[in-house]
């Protein structure tokens, strides 16, 4: 029997408001199906609607129309309450920026979601450990992201992102500011992590390397998505 996607998209559409030349569409009816443990790369030139597609997969912000199921029920019926607990149960979010909370642990930072279910701390503290030293940060735990490189900063900002076991992760330019080695060295966290937990992943990249390593690669183009083939990314890819 064929899998049921994850993540069922279609139809999605954004506008925003653009003066007196009316609206500006983003997304003119994006389809996109997601399943459960695949890794999709998202790439296109700046400016395309990637982040906004990202923030639409994951409830962050509402389309102007179309739908996004998952596992078969469509996320935008739900009221705002009931969207911020699914997003908090079933999507972790890595941004290009850690956005790391400075007063805070390594472990702290991670177990944070859990926190947010009002799950007390030395409960959670095992799962957030066992994240960490996955990620080889095991050392780090007690320390405060002032005292973390950048590379390391990501990786907790990864980890917190796994805390809740969320069936998908979204990711918008997650190496995106890190140098060559440290950045190739995470990608190839990520896609082991995949592999090991189950998670889907979806992925804005500008990074070829890593958009390659993909299971999909899809360009968003002219509001919609393309389905490009990953030996093919380095051929039309801006420079």
């Not at 003066?19 to 790439?43: F, K, N, Q, T, Y």
């Not at 060559?180 to 500008?206: C, W, Y």
Request: hydrophobic letters at 45%.
């Amino acid at each position: 029997m064929k899998q049921e996607p994850l993540l069922s998209v279609r139809g999605l559409k954004k506008s925003y408001p653009a003066g007196e030349a009316g609206r500006l569409v983003v997304l003119d009816g994006v389809d996109l199906d997601v399943r459960a443990a695949e890794v999709v790369a998202i790439v296109g030139e700046s400016g395309t609607g990637k982040s906004t597609l990202l923030h639409l997969l994951g409830a962050l912000d509402r389309p102007d129309a179309g739908s996004v199921c998952f596992e078969g029920e469509d996320v935008f019926r739900k009221d705002d309450e009931a969207l911020a607990a699914f997003r908090n149960r079933s999507i972790g979010f890595v941004f290009q920026f850690h956005h790391l909370l400075p007063e805070f642990t390594a472990l702290e930072n991670v177990a944070m979601p859990a926190l947010i279910r009002h799950r007390r701390l030395a409960e959670v503290r095992p799962r957030a450990m066992a994240l960490l030293e996955k990620l080889g940060l095991g050392e780090r735990a007690g320390h405060r992201p002032g005292q973390l490189s950048g590379g390391e900063k990501q990786r907790v900002a990864i980890a917190r992102a796994l805390m809740n076991e969320p069936a998908l992760v979204l990711a918008d330019e997650p190496t995106g500011n890190l140098d060559t080695k440290t950045a190739d060295r995470l990608h190839d966290e990520i896609m082991r992590l995949s592999r090991e937990l189950g998670q889907a992943f979806v992925i804005v990249t500008h990074n070829l390397g890593f958009a390659a390593l993909a299971d999909r690669v899809l360009r968003l183009e002219n509001g919609r998505l393309h389905t490009v083939d990953p030996a093919d990314v380095a051929a039309w890819m801006p420079g």
